[in-house]
């Protein structure tokens, strides 16, 4: 099991969370997971990290699978302009690398959003540390675990 896999796994056993862990052929995308998984590509918990373009600090958006941040919504909430972050700063920052990144067991804290989208199901899916890894649990959980907050952040 690989490193970034037993932390989500432990971040999750220390929150006392009900999850599902499962390992699929490759879900990379939310479309890969949603095919996988047999499910709603919404139902995907799709993790998009984003950095500070002043602090460089690391921000989380966990949105729907077929949703798309809305940058603007995003800088508001992070209280300053924001860019994509790169492949070195997300694997430094969360722990994770990009296409595995999941929204509990980081390395170090940051601020973790979650689009209201995915509280509609009872159950979804996001990635579990590694690109062959997921776990499901209901909505509720992950942002327990996460530490997120609700927000509205995703394109209209």
């Not at 993790?47 to 995003?74: C, K, N, P, Q």
């Not at 209280?79 to 170090?108: C, H, N």
């Amino acid at each position: 099991m690989s490193k970034s896999l037993k932390r989500v796994r432990a971040a999750l056993d220390a929150a006392g969370a009900a999850a599902d862990l499962r390992e699929t052929a490759v879900a990379r995308t939310a479309e890969d997971a949603a095919r996988a998984l047999e499910c709603a590509v919404d139902q995907i918990a799709k993790s998009v990290v984003l950095a500070g373009t002043e602090s460089g600090r690391a921000v989380l958006f966990v949105t729907a699978g077929g949703r798309r941040v809305d940058m603007a919504r995003a800088a508001d909430l992070a209280g300053e302009p924001l860019g994509k972050a790169d492949a070195a700063a997300v694997r430094a920052q969360t722990g994770f690398a990009i296409g595995g990144v999941s929204p509990v067991g980081a390395i170090a804290p940051m601020a973790v959003f979650f689009d209201r989208t995915l509280m509609g199901f009872g159950k979804v899916w996001a990635a579990a540390g590694t690109p062959h890894h997921v776990f499901g649990a209901a909505p509720g959980e992950i942002l327990r675990v996460s530490g997120g907050q609700l927000a509205d952040f995703v394109m209209d």
